[in-house]
């Protein structure tokens, strides 16, 4: 059987840090140059391979580019922001399609915070989202004070037929 394998997640609140997702080895970085972003990554849950890789900034819809991959358990979404205006939280579709892959209760903690205290409190939001893209249960993370901050999970193999598929799950 195969072994576990760490997934490790940074995602930049405020300047000077950017994004950072560590699948074992291979790391994928997004600099810290443009603020206000989503930031997706479709991984195969069979081989870890990222089938895709892509920024957005529309807050209200779900990007095109996670169309193949919808409703398919073989695929794993990583979703973080940069340096997110609390402005620009998700709405609409997108909102939608994040409860229905396991947004929980940190995306809205941040909601909360926005609208109690708003952006002039709080100009800034981190929040990420791990999932399989079939599923109601998901993990997700948040932070609203700190630079940036690190989510750590673990990649577990779960033998289906004569291969594996690669499933989140905290340590």
């Known amino acids: 059987m195969a072994a576990n394998v760490p997934l490790t997640i940074q995602t930049c609140v405020y300047n000077n840090y950017g ?4 699948i074992g080895n291979n790391v994928l970085q ?5 603020p206000n972003l ?5 991984v195969d849950r069979t081989n870890l391979n ?3 890789n892509f920024t957005f900034s529309d807050n209200s819809n779900v990007p095109s580019q996670l169309a193949p991959y ?4 073989q695929y794993m979404l990583i979703l973080s922001t940069m340096q997110l205006s609390s402005t620009n939280l998700p709405v609409g579709n997108l909102y939608k399609f994040l409860i229905s892959q396991g947004a929980g209760t940190e995306l809205q903690r941040i909601e909360q915070i926005y609208a109690a205290l708003n952006c002039g409190t709080w100009g800034n939001l981190g929040y990420t ?3 399989v893209l079939d599923t109601t249960g998901g993990y997700d993370y948040s ?3 700190q630079q940036a901050f690190v ?13 594996v598929m690669y499933t989140p799950a905290p340590y």
């Open 30 to 34: 997004l600099g810290y140059g443009t």
């Open 50 to 52: 990222v089938v895709a």
């Open 38 to 42: 989503y930031w997706a990554i479709v």
């Open 19 to 22: 994004n950072i997702v560590c």
């Open 129 to 131: 989202l791990v999932t």
């Open 151 to 163: 989510s750590t999970l673990q990649l577990i193999p779960v033998q289906v037929g004569s291969g």
């Open 143 to 145: 932070e609203y004070y």
């Open 70 to 73: 919808q409703g398919n358990p």
